[in-house]
């Protein structure tokens, strides 16, 4: 069983729909992520955030929104999106600082989108 | 510009033999490697990380082995189950204040029973 939880599993939206993805640990993890996975493709990182603050935005189009509002949910608001963006869209923790700087990433096990 | 790269896309093994995954880099930042597997419909599971300090990390039937002067890594899987049957990604992290990890571009592994 995953200990990050993603919801929803599979969407479908139209062009011109407002959704958003959700992300959830109860780790206390510190720095939660957002990947882009397309087939038989690497997982491509989007967003980091640590301690809630947005720390890196690999120049991602403004139509993903990120947010994060307490240490343990991490949302993912779309609109506007073109069908290039159907994609796993998987979210991630870990844990930061001091000692534990060297730990692992755990992943959610994503929301497959479909843009219509 | 691909800075990890796993250059085998497929390898089957038969059950009971050794796995080798391989993985080379090109950023000679980066500090922090890990090994993920990944089944269908799922996330990707840590299996196995290595900090750049070492040169070998061994978990149960899993060792990783970094050779930094050659940029590589390896994933050594011994005995090979049909359950290992995924694909693995490798990733590494340049040092300490980014959490930016890049991962590689997969190598499907088939135990065959």
């Known amino acids: 069983d995953t200990e990050v939880t993603q919801t929803p599993k599979h969407l479908v939206m139209g062009m011109t729909n407002k959704k958003s993805l959700k992300c959830e640990q109860h780790?206390?993890?510190?720095?939660m992520y957002w990947y882009k996975q397309k087939a038989k493709k690497p997982p491509e990182l989007m967003f980091v955030?640590?301690?809630?603050?947005?720390?890196i935005n690999e120049s991602v189009p403004s139509r993903f929104s990120p947010e994060c509002p307490n240490s343990s949910l991490l949302n993912l608001h779309l609109h506007a999106l073109q069908p290039e963006d159907s994609a796993l869209y998987l979210c991630?923790?870990?844990?930061?600082?001091?000692?534990?700087?060297?730990?692992?990433?755990?992943f959610g096990d994503g929301t497959r989108l479909s843009i219509l | 510009d691909q800075q990890v790269k796993q250059n085998s896309p497929s390898l089957s093994v038969q059950e009971g033999r050794i796995s080798i995954l391989n993985c080379d880099y090109t950023?000679?930042?980066?500090?922090?490697f890990l090994w993920y597997k990944k089944y269908p419909a799922e996330g990707p599971t840590f299996l196995i990380s290595?900090?750049?300090?070492?040169d070998k990390n061994e978990d149960g039937r899993f060792t990783v082995f970094l050779n930094k002067s050659a940029k590589h890594l390896s994933l050594h899987i011994v005995p090979s189950q049909p359950g290992d049957s995924a694909v693995y990604f490798c990733?590494?992290?340049?040092?300490?204040?980014?959490?930016?990890?890049?991962f590689g571009t997969g190598t499907r592994l088939k135990v065959l029973a």
């Open positions: 991630a923790s870990s844990q930061v600082g001091g000692d534990r700087h060297n730990q692992p990433q755990h």
């Open positions: 780790m206390g993890h510190r720095a």
């Open positions: 955030y640590s301690y809630e603050k947005l720390s």
């Open positions: 950023n000679s930042m980066f500090d922090y």
């Open positions: 290595i900090s750049s300090i070492k």
């Open positions: 990733a590494a992290r340049a040092t300490s204040g980014t959490y930016k990890y890049i």
